[in-house]
Structures are given as structure tokens and as C-alpha cells.
């Protein structure tokens, strides 16, 4: 674990590792995000949105809440526009602490920050593992959990599994933390490249134990940014809102959350490569011998079951100009997987050539 980055996006540290440098043509796998590159119409409106540096922003960003709101069919007071879906994580575990939470329980392997943030404000963690072949949550272990921790957090769809819960196990899981007092996180950052019947949004009208994270860095390919929003009852939402950083989101990253959710084509452009690439990205890897995991999102883990380790394969993939996402950070994996992204049909072609070299090396 020792020197590899904790987070895809980050080439630099990993290419330093084979001792290589970032060429001009380096393509990166390891950050999921949309290959469609952020809307084309932002770079202008960037530029109109200067006029927005000279002011604060609206410290309740009603106008981003309400739009939100509206796209989620909630009402605003249970919106809350974060930094990013990091910022929501920390923001969540700062709720938890402050009602008196001790214990979580965080569903492994999975994105590392939940620990880190339940850490940060001293709740002591505890791991669940998934199961099987394709990493499955055990409902009879998910609801012991639910009745014994003070929370429970969970990424759906999972990063770096690319599997989803069912959502009638969560609500299960809710009817259970209600009894106990316990409250179910769930990270949704990329929900967005799951069909909209996956959606938990309707479970918060009637569950007051269920707080949703979001992230839009991974739709809109804008990690630099730094936007997302967190999802929950009105009275948690308004604890949060106490909780976090007055201006955290800048009114720049704020005044795009409108036009970014009204840009409908933009999402249907998105799920029509998505539909496409990802059966066929899976597809190839298989007949070339790898083991995938079944994923619902727009990444793949996956796993060579010959006897060369996996990091011989990531440093030869490197070599060849595509990044994969080591896995030396996710609790169960410890470096034994790598995770791709779905890129575009030409990129995903060279990922493959890199592999099928890889077959015959
Ligand atoms: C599961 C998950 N949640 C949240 C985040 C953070 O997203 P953001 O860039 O919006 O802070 C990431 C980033 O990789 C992620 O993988």
C-alpha cells in the first residue's frame, strides 16, 4: 500500500512507481469518470460566470437546492449542495457524531473516505464484507448490522465492485434501523449510470434514517469543480446544514448546478454509450480470459487468473500507455484486482490491445 495514491485521477505517483512519465498520450482508466468530457457548452458559460467571483455565494444556494429538488422529486430542505461528494461523506459522519454515534459498520471492499471520515470524528469502525463471486451484501449480516451499529455506510452502485444493492434489501435495512436508532448512508456518486428505477430517492419520504450522497464530478467529467449535494429528512439536512463550512461550494461551481441538470440531451448521450460500452467492454475482456465482475456502472474490476500478480499487469498496461486503478487501498482486494473505466469504443480498443499483448508477453 505503501506509495501507491489512495485515489484514482492521480497517473503521476504510479507511472513514478515503473519509472515512467506522464506522456502526452498516457490514457487513463483509473478514474471513472464520463468519457464524454464535461457538457460542450460549459467552457463559454465559465467564462460568463465570472461576474459570479465578485459576490458571495448564496450561503443556502437556494437556487441549485430547488433545481435539485425539483430533478429528485424532493423538497429543498432536504437538499444540501456539498464540495463534492467528499464533503458530503465528512459531512455525514460529522452528523452521526453529533448524534452521539459510536460504532459503523462500512461495507468493504469500497471507496476509503467513509472510514476516514467516520475516524475523523472518532467513531470506531467496523467491516462487512461482501460475498462471493460477484461481492454480494448477506441480508441476514447487513440487518444484524443494522441493529447493532449506530450507522451503517454503504456505496451503491459499490466502487470498485460496480454492484448494487437491491433496493428493496435497503428498505429492509431501514425498517431494522429504525427499530434500533440506526442510521443507513449510502454513497450514490455514481447512480447517475444506473437505470432511474435504481433510484433510493423515493425511500426518503418515508424513512428518516436514510441520508444519500451524491456526487456530480463522475456524470459531468468535472472533478476540478467540486460539486455534489447530500439527501435526507428535513431535520437531518438542517443539523447538516449547521454542520458545514458557510460558502463551502463557490458560487462558480453553484451557478452551473442549474444548466448541468437541465442539460437532458447531455444525459441521454451518456446513456446510450454507456448501454453500449460497458456489455461490450466486458464482453472482450472475458473472451481474452479475464474475470469480471458484473457491474451496473461505467467500471469494471477485474482479475487474471494466471499466476503473474496483478501489478505485473498494471505496470505492463502502463507501458503500453493505458493507467488502470491499482486496488492496493480497498479492504479484501489488497492489490489482487485492478478496476477500469468504460472509455470510448477507440480507447477501450487500445485497454484490450494492452491486455491481449499482455496474453502473449
Ligand atoms: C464512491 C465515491 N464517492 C465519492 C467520491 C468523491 O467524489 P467527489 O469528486 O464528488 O468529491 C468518489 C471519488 O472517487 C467516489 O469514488
Redesign the pocket.
Known sequence: MRGWPS???RPEPVLHRFGLTAGSGMLDFS??LNPLGPPPWLAERLGGCLAELSVYPDPDYTAAREAIARAEGLTPGQVRLT???????FLAAALLAKRGACRAVVVQP??C?YERACRHYGIAVQHLELEGEHFELDESRALDAMGEADAVLL?RPN?PTGTLVACDMIERMLVVGQQYGTTLVV?E??IDFVTPDERLTPLLTRYDNLLL?R????LYAI?GL???YLLGDGPSVEQIARLQLPWSVNAVAAALVVPLLEDQDYLQRTQSWLDIERPWLQGELETQGLRVVPSCTNFLLLQDGGARPMSALLEHMARCGVLARHTYNFIGLDGAWLRVAVRSRQENTQLLDAIARWRTS
Open positions: 485515489h484514482g485521477g478514474a471513472n464540495n463534492g461528494g467528499a464533503e458530503a461523506i469500497t471507496f473516505e456505496c466502487n454513497d456518486a455514481f450522497l456526487s456530480m464530478t463522475k472533478p467540486r460539486l455534489g
